[in-house]
């Protein structure tokens, strides 16, 4: 018999769709089970987690402002632009939630800041909308470049 020790599902990945645990994780920080569940399914990184609004979990991690899981994500190959079903991207939530430190790490990763959501609204209009100056001043910058 075997003496190694072989990986085995939590029972609240045992219980639950991989998906809705990960998407739980994500959104209540929990960086370490996130990516021990994202080792077990790396089919998960870029997936939509729920059928619902197709969150993806960069956008899940920029939403709650959680930056090491952002950036671990990015490390692990995270798709910066991908839409969901509203057609707004992770830098949009990272925008609206003001979150200035996890915009620039998406923008320096080459994020678009151009992208257009389903109401042809943008980053920069999601920080104006949500009042977050810092955010909105940096997207502007960033905007400048495009316009050269």
């Keep these: 018999m075997g003496g190694g020790a072989t990986k085995q599902a939590s ?16 959104a209540q920080g929990r960086e370490k089970e996130t990516f021990d569940l994202l ?9 939509g987690l729920n059928d619902e609004d197709g969150m993806r979990p960069l956008q899940i991690a920029c939403r709650g ?7 671990r994500l990015l490390a692990k190959g995270a798709v910066l632009d991908q839409k969901n079903k509203t057609g707004a991207t992770a830098l949009m939530y ?15 990763a080459g994020a678009d800041v151009r992208q257009a959501d ?3 609204k943008t980053a920069l209009q999601y920080a104006q909308l949500h009042s977050k100056a810092k955010a909105e001043n940096l997207l502007q910058m960033y905007a400048c470049e495009y316009t050269w």
Excluded: Q, T, W, Y
């Design 118 to 120: 389903k109401n042809a």
């Design 11 to 26: 029972p609240e990945v045992k219980r639950k769709d991989p998906k809705v645990v990960l998407e739980e994780r994500i």
């Design 39 to 47: 080792e077990k399914c790396p089919e998960l990184m870029n997936s």
């Design 94 to 108: 990272a925008a609206a939630g003001g979150f200035d430190e996890i915009c620039k790490l998406l923008l320096d």
């Design 65 to 71: 402002g959680h930056i090491d899981i952002v950036k």
